[in-house]
């Protein structure tokens, strides 16, 4: 348990903000103690229970398999959490990443967001899918031989940094 606030004494109403960071889990929950004490000294004392409303959150990419991070924790796209409505997450998209031996690079959000950034979770269902655009390969070769056998060329290329590549044609 965390108090969020009191106790209050002289107090007949009141409201209190729920923080948007902190408990990320759905499963949290708000317990209210009301005690009253009237002039003659009697006490009571109830409590209620205070559940948020949550929706699902879908994490996807245009590559599946993507990794996407959530609150700093690798996940694998598509990926669908139940979050507390209004709280704060951060999602990001590790670039560059490696999927099924391509390399791909992030090139945006669906809602227009940094590839690192903080969203509020929505009242309703939503789906955030980021985008990857596949990597060129860049540099020059770093060796280039050709092998001429009949009608066939065989090429071998390396670009920096890599293991060679076969490439025919």
Do not use: C, M
């Amino acid at each position: 348990t965390h108090p969020v606030l009191g106790p209050l004494t002289g107090v007949r109403s009141g409201a209190f903000t729920i923080p948007r960071t902190g408990h990320p889990e759905h499963s949290v929950f708000y317990r209210i103690y009301l005690s009253v004490r009237d002039s003659s000294g009697l006490q009571t004392q109830i409590t209620r229970d205070v559940v948020p409303r949550k929706s699902n959150v879908t994490l996807a990419a245009n590559v599946t398999g993507a990794q996407i991070l959530l609150d700093g924790q690798p996940q694998a796209a598509p990926h669908t959490f139940t979050s507390v409505v209004g709280i704060q997450r951060t999602i990001e998209v590790p670039t560059p990443q490696t999927i099924g031996g391509r390399v791909y690079v992030f090139s945006g959000w669906s809602d227009g967001g940094a590839r690192s950034h903080v969203i509020t979770a929505p009242a309703a269902n939503q789906t955030y899918t980021a985008t990857l655009t596949e990597a060129p390969i860049s540099g020059n070769p770093q060796a280039l031989t050709g092998v001429v056998a009949r009608t066939a060329v065989t090429l071998t290329w390396a670009p920096p940094a890599t293991q060679p590549q076969l490439v025919t044609g």
